[in-house]
């Protein structure tokens, strides 16, 4: 009954049934009954020691002696799972719809033990109609034994329980931390960045090159799928000089000794022969999750925020070596691309003004031999295709030389080349430039293998601070997963001193005492035993 009516409160807040929310129901299942338990049992007892009296009377007193303790500990239940309410992000939209759900199931329970089960067994329990199991009585047997013996000499129960208390959290402090559990999902995904300037031909001529050393050289991949640059409907942005290669692997029985950990390292074996790349490794939902989370793949994503790209560069460089000595660190890659020479064209005005061109005019010029000319949109359906009137792919200028041999008609109808209107020179400037919150800064994305997440934070960080030097105006941020986890532990931490206090003051107005509600309290550090 209490599981159909959180349904009915799901339907009414509209938290559909997913993976999520029927987790939730999973976890309270066990923890619905105990209200209902806490009534039924102490009615019994009571039906059983006041025959004399009126059963309706029995009942209600039997209800009315556990009703404050039952709705006190199902209160402090519902206070324990609050602050997964407060969850920010993806960690916020995961866990709201498990706590929303306990919650739900929780208050159903609570209300049909105080006003269901009281009729119920009014109407079904006799005096006596339960005995108590063999295996029950044997358990009672055996546990007041044993508490007689612990409290005849209670010093080494004492002494037992407080070292193991000392071990519990000595292993709890060294219990490593991360923000989402990582799963396995049967599938690899190699990502590859190349050169931000490279062509689009190039670029697929390595990817088939990779691909097919990988099929070769690595047995347990039964085929490959490559994906260069964004989609049709730019759902997943990718520039040019970006590759997700999906693995699909033949079944995990045939796979080599060592699992999917030695089955990563055969594939960085086979990319380490191709220089000039960074990759990473990710997995299919992993991936998603990632980027939804931080927008970047990597577990960690360290960030260097200032004004000058090539003082970017070098701390980059820096980061990127000390980073690299740090215990588990792998698949570094950095997003600042190093500098490209790009041809820069300065109009000769003493030609140029004479024949009424401007700069405008001459760009356009330029654009269009490289890109071509739209001159209109075909509609098929829903479908827009633009009109481009363009050289021939062959025909269109390479080089610098070439480009200015090009013929350009100028405004009084006279030919000129192009190298004759303007000066052609190289200069070095940077293929790529990322802001964040209008600062520029360099990223090096890395992955974490063979240790928690945190502690690697800390040691990175720790490694920083003491080899690594910034300028005045620059500084670092760790983000990815890393940031997540921290601004989620942050949060509960906040949390969970008010949730301690509410606590206590529930167990005071319960019992009175706040002896009580301290020795009740106390079961807490030791529940880490488990």
């Not at 025959?51 to 500990?73: C, F, K, N, Q, W």
């Not at 990597?298 to 980059?316: E, N, P, S």
């Not at 610098?400 to 090009?406: D, I, Q």
Request: glycine fraction near 8%.
């Amino acid at each position: 009954v209490a599981a159909l009516l959180t349904f009915l409160l799901m339907s009414f807040t509209g938290l559909t049934a997913n993976l999520m929310s029927l987790g939730g129901l999973v976890i309270a299942i066990g923890m619905l009954v105990d209200a209902s338990v806490v009534v039924v049992e102490n009615t019994l007892t009571r039906l059983g020691s006041s025959a004399s009296l009126p059963r309706a009377h029995i009942v209600y007193r039997a209800v009315g002696e556990v009703a404050t303790p039952v709705v006190a500990g199902t209160t402090i239940v519902l206070i324990v799972f609050s602050p997964l309410l407060a969850l920010e992000g993806l960690e916020g939209k995961l866990f709201t719809p498990v706590a929303l759900t306990i919650v739900y199931a929780m208050v159903a329970a609570l209300l049909f033990a105080l006003t269901v089960v009281p009729l119920l067994s009014a109407m079904l329990l006799r005096p006596g109609g339960a005995a108590t199991p063999v295996f029950v009585r044997l358990l009672q047997t055996r546990y007041e034994a044993s508490l007689r013996r612990v409290l005849g000499r209670p010093l080494p129960m004492v002494i037992g329980v407080l070292l193991l208390l000392g071990a519990s959290v000595a292993v709890f402090t060294q219990t490593g931390r991360e923000f989402m559990p990582v799963m396995d999902e049967g599938d690899i995904i190699v990502q590859l960045e190349k050169y931000p300037s490279i062509s689009l031909p190039a670029s697929v001529q390595i990817d088939r090159q990779v691909t097919s050393a990988l099929v070769q050289q690595v047995p347990e991949i039964q085929q490959v799928v490559a994906r260069t640059g964004s989609d049709e409907l730019g759902l997943d942005p990718m520039s040019l000089n970006e590759t997700d290669i999906f693995l699909q692997l033949v079944p995990r029985s045939e796979w080599r000794a060592g699992g999917k950990a030695a089955l990563v390292d055969a594939v960085r074996e086979v990319l380490a022969k191709y220089p000039g790349m960074s990759h990473g490794f990710t997995q299919p939902i992993q991936m998603r999750v990632s980027e939804m989370l931080t927008g970047s793949t990597g577990d960690v994503t360290i960030k260097i925020f200032g004004d000058d790209l090539a003082t970017l560069a070098m701390i980059l460089d820096q980061v990127r070596s000390i980073v690299g000595e740090v215990q588990g660190s792998v698949d570094l890659q950095a997003s600042l691309a190093e500098s490209d020479g790009f041809l820069n064209l300065r109009l000769n005005q003493a030609i140029a003004r004479p024949a009424g061109l401007n700069a405008e005019t001459f760009a356009a010029f330029l654009r269009s031999q490289f890109e071509g000319e739209p001159l209109g949109v075909l509609m098929e359906g829903r479908k827009r295709i633009p009109i481009m009137l363009a050289t021939d792919s062959q025909r269109r200028p390479g080089s610098a030389v070439s480009l200015g041999e090009s013929s350009f008609r100028l405004p009084d109808g006279q030919l000129a080349n192009v190298s004759a209107l303007a000066e052609l020179s190289e200069k070095p400037g940077p293929v790529l430039i990322e802001r964040e919150q209008g600062s520029r800064f360099a990223a090096l994305s890395l992955n974490v293998n063979g240790r928690d997440l945190n502690g690697f934070v800390e040691e990175a960080q720790s490694s920083l601070e003491s080899k690594l030097a910034l300028p005045p105006g620059y500084h670092i941020e760790f983000g990815g997963e890393f940031e997540n986890q921290q601004r989620a532990m942050q949060r509960l931490g906040i949390l969970i001193l008010p949730m301690v206090l509410l606590i206590v003051a529930i167990l005071f107005a319960t019992f009175r005492s706040l002896a009580l509600a301290g020795i009740i309290l106390g079961n807490i550090p030791f529940a880490l035993m488990g």
